[in-house]
């Protein structure tokens, strides 16, 4: 498994580049904005998304065919892409946060250990939510398809989150926030163990 993360790490080595020079940009606007927090989400989607694209140099290389003759399980494999997923979101939320943290210190307005932590813990769920969904859409469809796909699926989650606000943001906001984000987190990590299952299943039973 570690060989297939290395393999991932080493495919990605030039889009994480691209990303160095994107958390710079965003290290100016988290200066002028004064909401830190939506520019330290923008920077997880941004480590969110690279799983994602690794799924797409594995489709363009042919690389699943050529792991056919490995000596290692299609559970093996799978894996591996979870392992990286949960890793990117973690340095992703680590990045976002720190990065929040250092301006706040610069500009003489730190964010309190409270929020820094909610924060982190709202954005690191919203993107295991999303890639518990995204990656058993890749290994069922495809990535292409799978992008038209999650188009839908964000669209869902719009619906679903209006109707939130509309019933019950009253008794959201009266509600724990440490309380709501620990539901999240377990949320997240339920679906993204159940999102292994059935990306585990999906691939089994693949014909190459």
Excluded: C, H
Excluded at 129 to 149: A, C
């Amino acid at each position: 498994m570690t060989g297939f993360i290395l393999k991932d790490l080493l495919t990605l080595r030039r889009y994480i580049k691209l990303i160095a020079l994107a958390i710079a940009v965003f290290a100016v606007m988290t200066w002028y904005l004064d909401n830190a927090a939506v520019v330290s989400a923008m920077i997880a989607v941004q480590f969110a998304v690279l799983p994602v694209t690794s799924f797409a140099y594995d489709q363009q290389a042919k690389w699943e065919l050529f792991a056919q003759t490995l000596p290692v399980s299609r559970r093996e494999i799978v894996a591996s892409k979870y392992v990286l997923s949960i890793a990117f979101i973690a340095l992703g939320t680590i990045i976002g946060v720190g990065l929040a943290l250092v301006v706040g210190l610069l500009k003489g307005e730190p964010a309190g250990p409270r929020d820094l932590a909610l924060a982190g813990g709202f954005i690191m769920a919203a993107s295991m939510f999303f890639l518990s969904v995204m990656i058993p859409l890749i290994y069922k469809f495809g990535v292409e398809k799978s992008r038209f796909m999650l188009l839908a699926v964000a669209g869902i989650a719009a619906l679903i989150a209006a109707l939130v606000k509309l019933t019950l943001l009253d008794r959201l906001a009266e509600a724990n926030p440490g309380s709501i984000l620990a539901a999240a987190l377990v949320g997240a990590a339920a679906a993204m163990a159940a999102s292994f299952f059935i990306s585990r299943a999906i691939y089994e039973s693949r014909d190459f």
